[in-house]
């Protein structure tokens, strides 16, 4: 069903806070009058045993492979309390910046160099800098993470064969 790991995460936190079956879906149910059977695709149950596996699988992993995940793919709350764990553990390699963690914290949330210039007081250049930075000081993170989950879908047979 997947044909990489950060599709497989990105459909974990996409489905994790949508309902198991909707009024909708509900009513057309008990109004369906053909006796279809698709078996072969996937029901909502499906998808969230999928997406509770995923989860499950990354609650095993590493708290700085969680708070990758959550910073990459969670809420705007779950981001912050990903980047406040990642400043923690990394900070220090990111201090030659003059800033804060609080700032270094609101400069990682940025999604661009603008707008990390303007949450940290940066420099242009140097939020540049510092997302150069902080992208490879991540790298390994991701690394890790994918490829362990990649196994994991392999093992779990929930990966796509095709490949495009």
């Known amino acids: 069903m997947f044909r990489s790991p950060d599709q497989a995460l990105a459909f974990a936190f ?10 909708p879906s509900a009513t057309y149910i008990a109004n369906k009058t053909d006796n279809e059977h698709a078996s072969d695709r996937l029901t909502q149950y499906d998808l969230h045993a999928q997406v509770g596996m ?33 400043v923690r553990r990394f900070g220090g390699r990111l201090e030659k910046y003059g800033i ?11 999604s661009s160099v603008r707008s990390t210039s303007s949450a940290s007081g940066l420099s242009e250049h140097k939020a540049w800098k510092f997302r150069r ?9 991701q690394d890790r993470l994918m490829d362990s989950l ?6 779990s047979n929930t990966i796509s064969m095709q490949h495009s």
């Open 133 to 141: 930075e902080l992208a490879e000081i991540l790298s390994p993170i």
């Open 54 to 86: 995923i989860f499950s699988f990354l609650s095993r992993r590493s708290e700085e492979e969680q708070a990758y995940a959550f910073f990459l793919h969670g809420t705007n709350r779950e981001r912050a309390i990903a980047a406040n764990i990642l």
């Open 150 to 155: 990649w196994e994991w879908l392999e093992a």
């Open 100 to 110: 804060s963690r609080r700032e270094l914290r609101n400069a990682a949330l940025g």
């Open 14 to 23: 996409r489905m994790r806070s949508s309902a198991v079956i909707s009024i």
